[in-house]
């Protein structure tokens, strides 16, 4: 989870179209001809920065963001793509239970409009729309968002499930992944390469840098440190 940017994490279990053909202007009669298969997908989304602007794009598409799986399943198999059961648990717990058939715009609708505004290639992903159950929709004081150590289950029928554990990424783009833990150690302390170690345990597992590089201090002292850590989300000790 890149929480030093964004801390409202949500889920949306998704019926996902991929193309085998290119599309443009297509009819809604001929438009799931244009199909090669379907997969379950996970909207994942940063609600927090997908509100920021008018535009939702930045909240949707940070590394790592709309994970898929576990199959493609081709069309001719999976028949009406308007007639499957979507679902979504968190640790156990169910959070979305609806069926495709009950979307705004069905699969047709979708194909034939985007084809009208873009050409559609093949090996092009279409993210169809989540239901109802999403942690946003909720009342703000029941709004607890997904946090490190979650365990996310997506599932359409007839496609499989995708299973998400989700984990700290600090530093964004720069550093290296920080496995959620209750307690975090600084192990060692590279000045000069503007590198923190630390790890759970007293065993490392992995690297803290992204706010290190902004420190205005001239050395990292412990104190610069626990301060840098903290902004990232990590509690260190």
Known sequence: LPTATAKNFDYEVELVMVFGRECRNVSEAD?????AGYC???????RDLQYLTSQFMIGKTFDGFAPLG??????????DPNNLRLE???????????????????????????????TIKPGDIFFTGTPHGVIFGKPKGEQVWLKAGDRVVCSVEK???HEGHFRFTVGQRRGLGIAAAERLYVLSIN??????????ARTPIGAFQGSLASLPAPKLG????KAALERAGVKPE
């Open 31 to 35: 438009a799931l001809d244009y199909v």
């Open 191 to 200: 000045p000069a390469a503007n590198r923190v170690i630390v790890g759970a």
């Open 159 to 161: 496609l499989g499930e």
């Open 70 to 79: 576990p199959h493609l399943v081709t069309s001719d198999l999976v028949g």
């Open 88 to 118: 979504c648990r968190v640790n156990g717990e169910q959070r979305q239970d609806w069926t495709t058939n009950d979307m705004i715009f069905n699969c047709r609708q979708m194909i034939s409009f985007a084809s009208r505004m873009m």
């Open 40 to 46: 379950t997908g996970n909207d994942f989304s940063a």
């Open 222 to 225: 412990a104190i610069a440190i």
